[in-house]
């Protein structure tokens, strides 16, 4: 399909097409405005593949986009389909992503941290409550609205995300980013939306010290270090952080699923359901993050990828 068809289809919907913001093998994405009222808003066009199963997780996002409303998840404002198209007009996020955010901030306090992780488990409960999974929970995933101070954050990229059933058999297919990946979902015998909490824990413990709480020099030894839960909390880089804090994490990052910390219970944690830390020291968050997210950036290829290099090495 030509920019020209695009451009005809964007106007039927009632949307004016503007500059493209970026573009990959199977979507390109466009600012648009819409006529209605100027709102402007991030269109991504999904070229529809011809594979069943890709396919299949294009209608899955659409699906799900259509389907949530929540401050802290990024605004599906319209979607629209044709035999080889689909468009899905997205809120605009001026403000990037939410690491880079608190590297521009120079100053990241633990009260800071405790204020995301409450939005953020927010939003990730009511997926949950609705029957969604994530599952590819990072930072890159993790915006800003605005560059300004009240600027909130939110949840975005549902091209994994599924709807699980409770009575149903577990998610089988293996998904996420190397670093933030449940290591129930490195063994492939299944696994549920809990795996959107381990991840989550991961994020929290960089919001907290600015460096990720598993990390090797190849994929294969990332992995080992995951499945058997291997972290700790270095100093001096956690000596500033609460007690609190670090229970806090170590309820989410429990290699199973089933004792891992729920959203719902983590929610009434003490560390995000009573007071904020008082504590105004200055993390180290700031001043690690930017060598350690170039060095998550290295492993951040496909996981099917990944798990090739995995497989391979334990034959």
Partial sequence: MSKQQELADMESMGWTLGKELGS???????????????????????????ELKKRALVAMEHKILTEV????????????????????????MYGGELFDRIVDLGHFTEKMAQDVS????????????????HRDLKPENMLMTTKGADAEVKITDFGLSKFFDEQSSLMKTPCGTPGYIAPEV????????????WSMGVIVYILL?????????NDA?????????QYEFLKPYWDPISDGAKEFVKKMLIVDPAKRATCA???????LSGPRSENEAK?????????????LRKLKGAFLAAWAVQSSAEQ
């Fill in 186 to 197: 490195l063994h492939m015998k299944g696994y549920n939306q809990q795996c959107d909490v």
């Fill in 221 to 229: 030894q990332l992995f080992e270090k995951i499945k058997r839960g």
């Fill in 209 to 217: 010290c600015g460096f990720p709480p598993f990390y090797a020099d």
């Fill in 24 to 50: 990959g093998h199977f979507a390109k994405v466009y600012l648009v405005t819409r006529k209605t009222d100027g709102v402007e808003a991030a269109c991504k066009i999904i070229k529809k593949p011809k």
């Fill in 118 to 133: 409450f939005k953020l488990l927010g939003a990730l409960k009511y997926m949950h409550d609705k029957g969604i999974a």
């Fill in 69 to 92: 409303e929540h401050p802290c998840v990024v605004k599906c404002y319209d979607a629209f389909e044709t035999d080889d198209r689909l468009y899905l007009f997205m809120e605009c």
């Fill in 283 to 295: 993390l180290h968050t700031h001043k690690e993050m930017p060598a350690a997210q170039e060095k």
């Fill in 265 to 271: 219970q983590l929610l009434e944690d003490p560390w």
